[in-house]
């Protein structure tokens, strides 16, 4: 079955197929939070006596430290079978780099030296193995200095360790040095423009059961198919979604666009397939080409209806 389009979609139907640009608190880990996120939405659709979705979970994007603040958006309900769009996804964070001695003249200058491809190995409180990698800086820039502080925007590759990488900073500039409080500002899509509180989701929420207020509940949560605004596009009939829903792959003559632009230079590429009116499909891979008239464009990973 299809969904609605995504912005005539109800507010219980946000709930079972949505996202959250959350803003994680200090304190608990992201799985905490996510898990609090959960119970919050299953009690709402019940107070509601709306259905609840057919995977009744919340999966988030990219783990932060329980100290670790910032941008972490929550899939909700149907939406965490498209978790995979967020493992490459480019992050982006501030962090303040304490000094253990006085900052050289040079700072801004060997800071720079850190963008591009660098080693890391994993500390040891991590969830993989603690072997040497190699990780992209995208950019990196020195947005002010205090005394023996300064404040670093950092845009990387996902699983960069921004821990690990002040504490090299520190040993490159000669003097030692630690990561002081981090702020993931942005992941993938998602930035620091319209984040939403846990306390923002729980009153709208509240207002939504008790009131039938939708408002504040459609400003917190999102259709979930924002979650794949840096995937590229391929948009297929609804006759051809049909076929998608029942396992069948994307074939040329169902498609009626495509827009690849954001493709990475992979051979089969990650896509999401739409339908004309921006309702998600399936995440698959190009394996042919999207403008011929027959054989299959793309194949499947996860099936979205």
Not at 58 to 65: E, F, I, K, Q
Not at 152 to 162: H, I, N
Not at 168 to 178: M, P, S, V, W, Y
Not at 272 to 286: M, Q, S
């Amino acid at each position: 079955m299809l969904r609605d389009p995504p912005a005539e979609r109800a507010p219980a139907d946000r709930l079972r197929f949505g996202v959250v640009n959350l803003d994680k608190p200090p304190g608990p880990s992201a799985h905490q939070v996510a898990a609090w996120v959960r119970d919050m939405v299953a009690d709402a659709l019940d107070a509601a006596g709306a259905e609840r979705p057919a995977t009744d979970r919340v999966a988030h994007a990219g783990t932060l430290d329980p100290k670790v603040t910032g941008c972490l958006p929550l899939l909700l309900g149907d939406a965490p079978r498209m978790a995979q769009v967020f493992d490459d996804s480019v992050k982006e964070y501030v962090a303040v780099l304490e000094l253990h001695g006085p900052a050289p003249a040079d700072l801004d200058a060997i800071v720079a030296e850190f963008e591009g491809p660098i080693y890391q190995k994993p500390p040891k409180k991590s969830a993989v193995r603690r072997q040497l990698r190699v990780r992209e800086i995208h950019e990196l820039d020195v947005m002010e200095t205090e005394d023996r502080r300064a404040l670093l925007r950092v845009r990387c590759e996902s699983g960069t360790y921004v821990r690990k990488l002040c504490h090299d900073i520190g040993l490159a500039l000669g003097t030692g040095a630690h990561m002081g409080h981090l702020r993931r500002t942005a992941t993938g899509p998602f930035d620091d423009r319209d984040l939403v509180t846990l306390e923002d989701l729980a009153d709208a929420l509240a207002w939504w059961v008790e009131d039938g207020d939708a408002d504040p509940l459609r400003a917190a949560v999102a259709p979930a198919e924002r979650a794949l605004g840096d995937l590229p596009r391929v948009t297929i009939a609804p006759s051809a979604a049909r076929e998608v829903a029942e396992g069948a792959p994307v074939y040329a003559p169902g498609v009626l666009d495509a827009d690849l632009s954001a493709a990475d230079a992979s051979d089969r590429p990650l896509v999401a397939c739409v339908t004309p009116d921006g309702t998600a499909v399936c995440l698959g891979r190009l394996v042919g080409d999207p403008g011929g008239d027959s054989g299959t464009v793309v194949s499947l990973e996860r099936v979205l209806v």
